[in-house]
C-alpha cells in the first residue's frame, strides 16, 4: 500500500523559512518521480515541484522558482520541500504526490 506522510507545516512570517517533509513507503521510492502540489484557500491545485528519479533532475513553478529547492534521500524514501522567502501567497495545504496517489496534506501559513 503506497502511503505518503507529509510533515513541518505551520505558520512562518514573511520571509521565513519552512522544510516540509514527505515520508514514502509502499512502492520503489528510489525510480519514482516525486511531487510537491498546494491549494491555496478557495483555489484549486497548484503544481509546485518535481524531482526525477534517475537523474534527480528538478522543476519548479515560476512562482516558487529560487526560492523553493526540492531534495530526495532514497536511502530514507523521504522528499523535502525547503521553502525559502516565504510570501503570504505561499499560504496553502501542501500535498505530496506520486501520480494518484497523495498525502494528507500539510499547512502552512505566511502571515505577520
Known amino acids: 500500500e503506497v502511503q505518503l506522510v507529509e510533515s513541518g507545516g505551520g505558520l512562518v512570517q514573511p520571509g521565513g523559512s519552512l522544510r516540509l517533509s514527505c515520508a514514502a513507503s509502499?512502492?520503489?521510492?528510489?525510480?519514482?518521480?516525486m511531487s510537491w502540489v498546494r491549494q491555496a484557500p478557495g483555489k484549486g491545485l497548484e503544481w509546485v515541484s518535481s524531482?526525477?528519479?534517475?537523474?534527480?533532475?528538478?522543476y519548479y513553478a515560476d512562482s516558487v522558482k529560487g526560492r523553493f529547492t526540492i531534495s530526495r534521500d532514497n536511502a530514507t524514501n523521504t522528499v523535502y520541500l525547503q521553502m525559502n522567502n516565504l510570501k503570504p501567497e505561499d499560504t496553502a495545504i501542501y500535498y505530496c504526490?506520486?501520480?494518484?496517489?497523495w498525502g494528507q496534506g500539510t499547512q502552512v501559513t505566511v502571515s505577520s
Open positions: 524531482i526525477y528519479s534517475y537523474n534527480s533532475n528538478t
Open positions: 509502499g512502492f520503489t521510492f528510489s525510480s519514482s518521480a
Open positions: 504526490n506520486l501520480n494518484m496517489y
